[in-house]
């Protein structure tokens, strides 16, 4: 009977333990979301590191989970991905932009300043562009690899966070197809979207545009670009991504940086079905609905 005693005892406790450790996990890996704000820009959407508490939000850890299972692919972390770029002076610093290419790369290589106040001489974390500088790139040069539509369109709000598999990830970054983070508060920037077809497109974004109530003033900002949405998207391809500073001096310098500072690019990628030729070819002869309807057929 002792026995027994001490055997419903311990089963007991083992249940205690076992419920306390539910619900310590639940509460150490909280799935979160992130809502964002909608640009005039239809596909375009803008979410921070942080709503009230600086970098509090999990913006990053969402786009990272869906670089860990090769959901996404950097842009500008090796030298065939940067096709060109140029720099200005930092305002009001100067002495800080990058103005080599290495500086590039080292910038682009990982999403390891977004949302991180503690590290203000992040110069290595970042591509610095300066006022008016610029960064064009893509995932290639020879149109292996493109950014297409993914049939998806775009809610506006990330997550939950803590994806454990490809398909979880997949679902949280809502059917966005490219990311852009910047460090500190928004600057003017302007973006352009384009292929070695026809298709340009083109839109900016004004300094301090999202400008969250967290400690001076704006937080870092995530552009995610919906292709599904997106005004003036032909249903073809993206290969090429050029971001620009808007050479505009903020009318605030008191939160921080104020030209364009570039963390990262994440994009979703895929290995076009049909060769760039016959692509071109299909354009020429019935427009981007011909793209649009052999590459249905190849799905």
Do not use: C
Not at 182 to 187: K, T, Y
Not at 239 to 257: F, K, L, M
């Amino acid at each position: 009977m002792k026995g027994k005693t001490k055997a419903v005892t311990s089963v007991a406790t083992v249940l205690v333990m076992l419920l306390i450790g539910s619900a310590f996990l639940n509460v150490a890996f909280a799935q979160d979301y992130v809502s964002g704000t909608q640009d005039d820009t239809l596909g375009v959407w803008l979410f921070s590191a942080g709503t009230t508490v600086p970098g509090a939000a999990p913006t990053d850890e969402i786009v990272e989970r869906a670089l860990f299972y090769s959901l996404l692919d950097l842009i500008g972390d090796e030298a065939v991905e940067v096709y060109d770029f140029g720099w200005g002076w930092i305002e009001p610093t100067t002495g800080q932009e990058d103005t080599t290419l290495a500086e590039v790369i080292v910038g682009l290589s990982a999403i390891d300043d977004f949302g991180d106040i503690s590290n203000p001489g992040d110069d290595d974390a970042n591509f610095d562009t300066g006022s008016g500088g610029y960064f064009e790139g893509g995932l290639d040069t020879n149109g292996s690899r493109v950014i297409v539509a993914d049939g998806v369109v775009a809610t506006g709000v990330l997550g939950p966070s803590g994806a454990t598999n490809a398909a979880e990830a997949k679902a949280a970054i809502d059917g966005f197809e490219i990311f852009i983070f910047e460090d500190a508060e928004l600057s003017g920037m302007t973006i352009t979207l384009s292929n070695n077809l026809t298709l340009s497109i083109t839109f900016s974004l004004a300094d301090l545009q999202v400008n969250p109530p967290t400690h001076n003033y704006a937080d870092d900002t995530l552009i995610a670009i919906d292709l599904d949405s997106l005004v003036d998207f032909d249903g073809t391809f993206i290969d090429t991504i050029r971001i620009q500073d808007d050479g505009i001096s903020q009318t605030s310098t008191v939160s921080g940086d104020t030209t364009l500072e570039i963390d990262a690019i994440a994009t979703m990628h895929v290995i076009p079905e049909v060769s760039l030729g016959t692509i071109m070819a299909l354009v020429s002869m019935f427009g981007s609905l011909g793209v649009y309807v052999m590459r249905r057929k190849k799905n």
